[in-house]
């Protein structure tokens, strides 16, 4: 596994629990060592536990060593990242051509190079371009595996996946990845095999999908807010709807992460280059920049516009429950916007103090749901993180009056009010 980022490491350690002896890769010494003395550089449930379980038996390998690793594996899987690129729209692909670049030099017998990292349609051709000569004689196939894990939920994901998605028309490559996954295919998961092209197109298909569903409901929320009709029970009554499905269906904050922003301007930004107009999609982009900059005002809105001095409480600032991934997070948005207005505000995230906010004088990190909620003028649910789903909150606060601001509609509203505290949530 070449890259221990999320994907390579959370897929390299399952492996090897499924008996394989893996290398996982990375030219950060510090994260190498961090990894060989068994912690985890980033919160995953579940994770570290495997991780020192098998690296104690021997069949995972933390090295630097990009050599010793290519040449003692039989399969080598690309994870490295490919984010957006600072000027555009495209995915950046200098890691994955830099890692198709060294590893030529290394491969003397039959290899299986395998793309996880998530990239545009005819990266892999461009690889084998790179390996061409490698290609010529039958050294290696160039295949690509996508990963669906979600952060939060990845051990789960891989053992038991939606679907295995292998891109190749090697007969020979596709035989021995059907083994490799064979011990979860098993458990009534399904093996796709596909071409090489429709395997990277299949990602981001997908998650724009996806993405597209998240930015559907919230649309649908707003105008619920509008009509007196609650999106929970509108999600509910299309969820039933089999050709349509209930996840993804909840309505909340702006959809953020490692996959959804970066995957759907991509692969915008890949249509326009075949000269095609992705036009739902360059719509999903729009209105999900759009929601951050609704919502801040929306609370703005619920103080009356009297931002000023105001202590603001936010539990959660991860984009979603189990990460420590801040990327693209609505609050990234919002905190700084109502901090401008003069706000003093607290947040508490299971997951830790962020970085992101240390520049700001009246953003302060609490240890705790109560030491976060105390004083509080508005309290605003933005992860639905369980710590978050039992909270007290007349305990906690400490006064009378104060209002709750629930973004992930994870209370009953009827429950909440009737103990006179003012609520409002998403689309509702």
């Given amino acids: 596994m070449i890259g221990t980022g999320y994907v390579g490491l959370v897929s390299g ?13 990375d030219k950060d010494k510090k994260k190498i060592n961090l990894l060989n003395s068994g912690k985890v550089p980033i919160y995953e449930p579940g994770l570290e536990e495997i991780l020192k379980k098998n690296f104690k038996q021997k069949r995972l390998i933390f090295t630097t060593d990009l050599k010793s690793a290519v040449t003692s594996s039989d399969i080598i899987f690309i994870c490295v990242g490919t984010p957006t690129k600072k000027k555009g729209n495209s995915a950046d692909l200098k890691y994955v051509f ?9 491969i003397k017998k039959y290899k299986i190079v395998i793309t996880k990292s998530t990239v545009p349609i005819t990266t892999g051709d461009k690889i084998e371009k790179v390996l061409l000569n490698l290609k010529r004689k039958k050294l290696v196939d160039i295949v690509s595996n996508p990963e669906f894990l979600r952060e939060g939920e990845a ?15 090697s007969n020979k490559a596709n035989k021995i990845l059907k083994s490799l996954y064979l011990p979860i295919i098993k458990k009534t998961s399904r093996y796709f095999n596909t071409s090489r092209r429709g395997a990277e197109l299949i990602k981001y298909a997908s998650n724009a999908f996806l993405a597209t569903k998240i930015s559907y409901i919230n649309e649908l929320a707003n105008l619920c807010e509008k ?55 360059k719509s999903v982009i729009k209105s999900n920049d759009q929601r951050k900059l609704l919502l801040t005002k929306r609370v703005e ?10 202590n603001i409480t936010f539990l959660g600032v991860t984009f979603k429950p189990n990460t420590d991934d801040m990327r693209e ?4 948005y919002m905190i700084p916007q109502l901090h401008k207005k003069g706000a003093k505000i607290k947040y508490f995230d299971p997951s830790g103090l962020k970085k992101d906010f240390s520049s700001l004088k009246n953003v302060k990190f609490c240890k705790d749901i109560s030491s976060a909620c105390l004083k509080s003028d508005l309290i605003i649910i933005h992860t639905e993180w369980n710590e978050f789903k039992l909270i007290n909150f007349k305990k906690v606060v400490k006064k009378n009056k104060f209002i709750i601001y629930d973004m992930r509609n994870i209370y009953t509203p009827s429950k909440i009010t009737n103990s006179g505290i003012k609520y409002f949530g998403i689309g509702r």
């Fill in 13 to 25: 350690v399952c492996f090897s629990d499924l008996g394989n002896t893996v290398y996982c890769v």
């Fill in 329 to 332: 997070a609505s609050s990234l």
């Fill in 301 to 310: 809105k619920l103080l009356k516009g009297k931002i000023k001095n105001k």
């Fill in 98 to 106: 830099q890692v198709a670049n060294e590893i030529k030099k290394y």
């Fill in 155 to 169: 051990i789960r994901d891989f053992i038991y996946p939606d679907r295995v998605v292998i891109g190749t028309d």
């Fill in 227 to 281: 009509t007196e009709v609650d999106i929970k029970d509108v999600s509910f009554g299309m969820g039933l709807d089999q050709r349509i499905g209930d996840r993804f269906l909840r309505a909340g904050p702006a959809y953020g992460g490692s996959c959804f922003p970066k995957d759907t301007r991509a692969i915008v930004d890949t249509a326009n280059n075949f000269k095609t107009n992705l036009s739902i999609v």
